[in-house]
């Protein structure tokens, strides 16, 4: 698995260049800042995740994928929200440096923009936190006032932070029904190494968070200061189709 200096510390020297389509309408740009993410690179369940991508959508060799949870403090127009999702790797899509394309699985929002709601995975409404004691990073979600998710890392000994930029492309099939957009964000973070401790699903089998627990743990990341710009939904079109 590649490094987190090989993974997120790819200089951009442009931004996206994309296919001049219609993006829909009220979707534009924004920007969210003061963020603090716990990234914990992950495998998992060929079936689980194959059933919950929409048809045109394949993922990546070795059901890789991760889970990011994340504190925000907001910004143009939008208020400070918590969140965190489990997302898989998709074949093609990657963004202009390289990084493959993500779909998000299952996701939980305290607040924050309604672009990051209803566009095609399972969404609900959550708390989450992050706590740090020494090198010791840990994140938490809550759903329904019982924990959810418990995200744990140990940060690298010595100076192993930096500053990193780049770019991420997450399809998506907005409420289910529409066909498939796109959407791109750019961040520019202070990236900190890490290694991977635990995650912990502390849910029923039935519930549908269960279907993505990971297999295994294969990075981890910490970043802080980070801030982001989403591009509105762009079409796209699925060759064949």
Same mark, same amino acid.
């Given at each position: 698995m590649k490094s987190i200096t090989t993974r997120i510390v790819r200089l951009l020297t442009v931004l996206f260049v994309i296919a001049p389509v219609a993006a829909k309408a009220g $979707? /534009?740009?924004y920007v969210v800042g003061g963020n603090e993410h716990i990234l914990i690179g992950i495998t998992l369940n060929e079936a689980a995740v194959r059933a919950a991508l929409p048809s045109g959508l394949e993922p990546a060799e070795g059901i890789t994928g991760g889970i990011? *949870? +994340?504190t925000s403090k907001g910004g143009d127009g939008v208020a400070a929200y918590a969140r965190t +999702? *489990?997302? *898989?790797d998709l074949q093609g899509f990657d963004s202009v440096d390289g990084n493959k394309a993500r779909y998000i699985l299952w996701s939980a929002t305290s607040t924050g923009p309604d672009k990051l709601k209803k566009v095609g995975y399972l969404e609900v409404q959550g708390d989450t936190s992050l706590s740090k004691k020494g090198n010791a990073v840990s994140g938490t979600l809550t759903v329904a006032g019982s924990t959810a998710l418990t995200a744990a890392i140990e940060l690298a000994e010595g100076p192993k932070c930096g500053p990193v930029v780049g770019s991420l492309n997450y399809p998506s099939q907005p $409420? /289910?029904?529409q066909g498939l957009v796109i959407s791109q964000f750019t961040y520019l973070a202070t990236g900190c190494a890490a290694t991977p401790v635990a995650v912990e699903l502390a849910v029923e089998k039935a519930h549908p968070l269960s279907a993505f627990k990971p297999e295994k743990l294969v990075w981890a990341a910490f970043a802080k200061d980070l801030s982001f710009s989403g591009s509105p939904m762009i079409p796209l079109k699925v060759a064949g189709k």
């Amino acid at each position: 698995m590649k490094s987190i200096t090989t993974r997120i510390v790819r200089l951009l020297t442009v931004l996206f260049v994309i296919a001049p389509v219609a993006a829909k309408a009220g $979707d /534009g740009p924004y920007v969210v800042g003061g963020n603090e993410h716990i990234l914990i690179g992950i495998t998992l369940n060929e079936a689980a995740v194959r059933a919950a991508l929409p048809s045109g959508l394949e993922p990546a060799e070795g059901i890789t994928g991760g889970i990011n *949870v +994340y504190t925000s403090k907001g910004g143009d127009g939008v208020a400070a929200y918590a969140r965190t +999702y *489990v997302w *898989v790797d998709l074949q093609g899509f990657d963004s202009v440096d390289g990084n493959k394309a993500r779909y998000i699985l299952w996701s939980a929002t305290s607040t924050g923009p309604d672009k990051l709601k209803k566009v095609g995975y399972l969404e609900v409404q959550g708390d989450t936190s992050l706590s740090k004691k020494g090198n010791a990073v840990s994140g938490t979600l809550t759903v329904a006032g019982s924990t959810a998710l418990t995200a744990a890392i140990e940060l690298a000994e010595g100076p192993k932070c930096g500053p990193v930029v780049g770019s991420l492309n997450y399809p998506s099939q907005p $409420d /289910g029904a529409q066909g498939l957009v796109i959407s791109q964000f750019t961040y520019l973070a202070t990236g900190c190494a890490a290694t991977p401790v635990a995650v912990e699903l502390a849910v029923e089998k039935a519930h549908p968070l269960s279907a993505f627990k990971p297999e295994k743990l294969v990075w981890a990341a910490f970043a802080k200061d980070l801030s982001f710009s989403g591009s509105p939904m762009i079409p796209l079109k699925v060759a064949g189709k």
